[in-house]
């Protein structure tokens, strides 16, 4: 098989002429030294750090995986020598604060970077990656000192970062964690409780981490309001903010995993380990969600990763492999046989890929664009627009994304048969390592009860709006455009329908709440095809402009528009059956007892 390619001419078709990142550079302070010749250099040395450095250790890290010693995780061969090279590079800083020794380049183009990092090797790239997040709590909701101690050495990659939610007692229901912090004497506090599947907990590369640890203070309210969040460093530092003695913080174990085996899933023992409080008390879960956000659209491009190594995989093999001739004719006639390729039913997986991949990838940078604005745009009605735009299509992007992408990856080991069974390809690794994609950051049950509960039904309807605005303003726009008219009119039905259930779905919930529970992955997978329909449309719209332009890149623009055709006629179609489903009485979930799904 051929080595991992960066799509680097996708990427810049999504950002240079679908979104126009170029221009918004413009709007947005972080914008200013991001010129095009700067975007452009930056795009092609990470997607050659990511082709020749990151990529090589992908599979033998998957299967030397992590091993725990006395002295903590040892990473696989390779991976602490990649690391120091990623830092050397300044990568960890791009798109971080000046203030804290970061570059200050806009966040969308961080994006990228993680993107093309993520691809070439997941459970590497979770190291640097889940500092992000720590990094954007910090900042936010820090002290000045805290900031100034942990912040520049976290920004330079020098440390590494975590976040310590959930227990074994408690999986996503934070409100029964029971992890203690008691005060000490000088204004710190012991942190007493065992944490579990902290991925990137305890590792040799960095020489110190940062948790971030939910935990409870004596006599705090019960549940969700008495929770704070806590800075528990790996090692104490000294005086002058060097690293000092051990802290009371130990990897237990190691969880035994399905994939990601590169990555250090951890079980993290605290035992009166000295905490730093951060902000308010009892304000930790709030706090939580600037981590976790961010967490989100980073684990939404994990599915965009999967697929697009699906992609590039199985469109390789499909075209070396022979087997069988083609039912209308040979098509490889000095040959024994046709390459697999050239079958319609290998056709129907291979632009399934395709068409998720691609139209993923347009989802995954509508958020990161709408992210730049939020975070930095001038006009404060824009921020809000855009911060109300996010609030929708991060529990979509996250869960959507993921569910396509473990789906693409399915589709990559169907096309290599029962090789792609075995560990001699890389395709069966891509299922594994992506599986976890729907239970990172919230499952994709939670994802859909945020979007369909809380954000939609809970705003009675408001955050939905901007969303559906946006799409039926396009489709109207174009509805006279003679190659995309027919997409366009799909459009204008799916966003009136898409109302007219949301509706369904709120009356039936007045009567019984389970209602919204019933429906609302449904709902989601539903909001998630009609966004893949909209970009979908408006990369056929650019494509045919181009063509009718004039380009050296026939192929590239001619398969946009084949590829938003078989979308339209073959995926599209999924909606009808998902809006049955969601109208679908509750009764046909909830009557059967819990004592008669086994006998």
């Not at 000092?244 to 035992?271: P, Q, W, Y």
Request: net charge negative; aromatic share 8%.
């Amino acid at each position: 098989m051929a080595d991992y390619k960066a799509p680097l001419r996708d990427v810049r078709f999504v950002r240079d002429e679908m979104f126009k990142f170029g221009e918004l550079y413009s709007q947005i302070p972080t914008g200013e030294d991001a010129t095009p010749d700067m975007v452009d250099a930056i795009l092609d040395e990470i997607a050659r750090f990511a082709e020749q450095e990151i990529a090589p250790t992908n599979v033998a890290g998957d299967r030397e995986g992590c091993t725990l010693t006395e002295d903590g995780v040892t990473t696989p061969t390779g991976f602490k020598e990649l690391y120091k090279a990623y830092v050397e590079g300044g990568w960890p800083s791009i798109s971080s604060s000046v203030e804290f020794g970061g570059q200050g380049l806009p966040v969308s183009l961080g994006m990228t970077v993680s993107e093309f990092v993520g691809q070439a090797n997941w459970s590497w790239g979770m190291y640097p990656g889940l500092s992000h997040g720590a990094k954007h709590l910090l900042e936010a909701h820090g002290s000045d000192a805290q900031k100034q101690e942990y912040l520049p050495r976290m920004v330079s990659g020098e440390w590494t970062g975590t976040m310590c939610l959930t227990e074994p007692h408690c999986g996503s229901d934070l409100g029964l964690l029971r992890t203690k912090a008691e005060p000490n004497n000088d204004g710190s506090y012991a942190i007493t409780g065992t944490k579990i599947f902290i991925s990137s907990g305890d590792h040799d590369m960095a020489e110190n981490i940062i948790h971030l640890v939910l935990a409870r203070l004596p006599d705090s309210p019960a549940g969700t309001k008495g929770i704070s969040i806590f800075i528990v460093p790996k090692n104490n530092l000294d005086t002058d903010g060097n690293v000092a003695d051990r802290n009371g913080v130990s990897c237990g174990s190691l969880e035994h995993k399905m994939g990601i085996h590169g990555n250090s899933t951890c079980v993290m023992n605290f035992d009166a380990a000295k905490g730093f409080l951060i902000g308010e008390p009892n304000k930790g879960l709030n706090y939580m969600f600037t981590m976790m956000n961010s967490a989100r659209i980073g684990t939404a491009f994990q599915g965009l990763a999967h697929s697009e190594l699906a992609l590039q995989h199985a469109t390789e093999y499909a075209r070396d492999r022979l087997q069988m001739r083609s039912l209308t004719g040979k098509k490889n006639p000095d040959g024994p046989a046709d390459p697999i390729i050239v079958h319609p039913d290998v056709r129907r997986m291979l632009l399934t890929i395709k068409s998720l991949t691609e139209g993923m990838r347009m989802m995954g940078y509508h958020m990161a664009y709408n992210a730049e604005i939020a975070e930095g745009h001038a006009d404060e009605e824009a921020r809000k627009l855009a911060e109300d735009m996010l609030a929708v299509l991060t529990p979509i992007g996250k869960a959507f994304m993921t569910e396509a992408g473990y789906e693409a990856a399915n589709h990559g080991v169907q096309v290599f048969g029962g090789h792609g069974y075995t560990a001699e390809w890389p395709v069966e690794q891509n299922v594994r390592d992506c599986r976890i994609s729907m239970i990172y950051e919230g499952t994709t049950g939670i994802q859909a009860l945020d979007l369909l509960g809380r954000k939609v039904l809970g705003s009675g309807g408001e955050l939905l709006k901007p969303l559906t605005k946006e799409i039926y303003k396009w489709s109207k726009a174009h509805a006279e455009d003679e190659t995309v008219a027919k997409y366009a009119e799909e459009l204008q039905a799916l966003t009136k329908e898409w109302g007219e259930v949301t509706m369904h779905i709120g009356m039936v919930a007045m009567e019984d709440r389970d209602a919204v529970g019933a429906a609302s992955v449904d709902y989601l997978m539903y909001a998630g095809y009609v966004c893949l329909a909209y970009y979908w449309a408006m990369m056929a719209k650019r494509a045919a402009d181009a063509l009718a332009e004039g380009t050296s890149e026939k192929d590239f623009y001619e398969a946009k528009l084949l590829t938003a055709k078989f979308y339209f006629a073959r995926i599209l179609p999924r909606t009808r059956a998902l809006v049955a489903t969601m109208k679908a009485p509750v009764d046909t979930l909830m009557d059967i007892g819990e004592d008669q799904f086994v006998f």
